[in-house]
């Protein structure tokens, strides 16, 4: 039988990784999350593989994520008793337990496999014009600015030659 004390323990968490893809597109609601999660996303969607970018919590910010709330903003005006959702972590006062750190990227792309394999990710290349994330000089001298990757495989600067594109 667990004590009190080892009942109230948090339940620690894994490292959180966003999907490299939202990241590149600027999406604006980017979410960092465990590898089990993207697994099933991949599994409902029929990936075999996806790049991801290990997340690493903000510090200093200011900012936080209300995981009761799915709402983001600054912590002095927005987390405290003023909150209808407001829930101390210790059942008395103190920090929320719905408040989270929001995420920035760190590190190389990683390339996740249906198998949970985590390897790091090979260069990205467009399959249209062959540009990757470290040379898109051909995207400039055709579009006059650089490019980003809407697919895995396939650059901004190359949509309209390609026609439908699935942005999911």
């Known amino acids: 039988m667990a004590t009190t004390q080892e009942a109230k323990k948090p339940v620690k968490r894994g ?11 600027g999406e604006d609601e980017l979410f960092a999350t465990t590898i089990d999660r993207h697994l099933a996303s991949m599994r409902e969607g029929d990936e075999t593989q996806r790049r991801l970018l290990l997340a690493k919590p903000e510090k200093g910010t200011g900012q936080f994520y209300c995981s009761e709330l799915y709402f983001a903003g600054e912590s002095k005006d927005n987390c405290g008793k003023q909150c209808d959702a407001y829930a101390p972590l210790n059942g008395k006062n103190g920090r929320c337990k719905h408040h989270r750190p929001l995420y920035e990227p760190v590190g190389d792309t990683l390339l996740l496999t249906l198998d949970g394999g985590l390897t790091p990710a090979p260069p990205q290349v467009c399959r249209v014009c062959g540009c990757t994330e470290d040379n898109c000089s051909g995207c400039v001298e055709r579009t006059g600015r650089a490019c980003w990757w809407v697919e895995e495989d396939l650059c901004s600067a190359c949509v309209k030659q390609e026609g439908n594109i699935n942005w999911n």
């Open 15 to 25: 490292p959180v990784y966003f999907r490299a893809l939202d990241w590149d597109r």
